[in-house]
């Protein structure tokens, strides 16, 4: 858990430009490293360097709210992984949506959580330089 907040961080510190290429490459580089699972190359490329690029998007609140910004980049690769996963479940024969939206709300929504605190307590203690 807390994965996401060294690209939250990259991106609330720089900007959603930074952060979104941060991203990207980020989602490239787990996308050829053992473990990814891709079936399909849309699939793939919306799972991997789409949906961490869409972290990047925290950069777009960091002068008004770090933590809005935390929602909008976790909302932003919810919706990458969950257009991933109706391709996914599509050729397991499953129904996509819900399986989608459970599947990945399973692990995003804690992990919202665990980073939007994560950050709270960067921004508190003064560890976290967002520039206003």
């Known amino acids: 858990m807390a994965g996401l907040v060294p690209l939250v961080w990259f991106a609330l510190r720089r900007g959603i430009k930074y952060g979104v290429f941060a991203g ?10 053992p473990g990814a699972y891709i079936i399909h190359p849309v699939q793939g490329l919306l799972d991997y360097p789409l949906a961490f690029a869409a972290l990047g998007l925290a950069g777009i609140s960091k ?11 976790v909302i932003g690769r ?7 996963g109706m ?3 599509a050729t397991l024969d499953l129904p996509g949506v819900w399986t989608s939206v459970v599947y990945n709300g ?3 929504i804690p992990e919202f ?11 508190r203690r003064r560890l976290l330089h967002v520039y206003m």
């Open 63 to 73: 002068r008004k709210s770090p933590i809005g910004g935390v929602a909008v980049g």
């Open 87 to 89: 391709i996914f479940f």
């Open 113 to 123: 959580v665990i980073t939007a605190i994560v950050i709270l307590i960067l921004l």
């Open 78 to 84: 919810f919706l990458c992984s969950f257009a991933a």
């Open 24 to 33: 990207f490459v980020y989602g490239l580089l787990h996308a050829i490293l």
């Open 106 to 108: 399973i692990y995003l």
